[in-house]
């Protein structure tokens, strides 16, 4: 089983930028791929961001793309998502998800660890 634990949500104004944490434990050679996901109020949960394990490969949701940077430090089985030029619409609950084999991608589905999210409030 793989735990997951996100830090470095907070409160920013629009325009500045927020760099997000996600550690992981736990059976750690597992793991395939690490994603974001976010989910504002009222709203379904979506992409933001993959990359696998190796640092090889990187996906970015429509709305974060050139703005968003995900990356990934090995040795401190961290993920990071450093998010730039945030804008109000950024504003969720941000979740780090993690995969088995040799999946990864965009759906929900393909995640089969999860943490329990952290917010991010971007105001105008």
């Known amino acids: 089983q793989v735990q997951l634990v996100e830090s470095g949500g907070g409160l920013v104004q629009a325009g500045g930028s927020l760099r997000l944490s996600c550690a992981a434990s736990?059976?750690?050679?597992?793991?395939?791929?690490m994603g974001w996901f976010r989910q504002a109020s009222g709203k379904e949960r979506e992409f933001v961001a993959a990359?696998?394990?190796?640092?090889?490969?990187?996906l970015y949701g429509d709305s974060v793309k050139g703005r968003h940077t995900i990356s990934i430090d090995n040795a401190k089985n961290t993920v990071y998502l450093q998010m730039n030029s945030l804008k109000p619409e950024d504003t969720a609950v941000y979740y780090c998800?993690?995969?088995?084999?040799?999946?990864?991608?965009?759906?929900?589905?393909?995640?089969?660890?999860w943490g329990q999210g952290t917010q991010v409030t971007v105001s105008s």
């Open positions: 736990g059976r750690t050679f597992s793991i395939y791929s």
């Open positions: 990359i696998t394990w190796s640092g090889s490969g990187t």
């Open positions: 998800a993690a995969t088995a084999g040799a999946n990864w991608g965009t759906r929900e589905n393909l995640y089969n660890s």
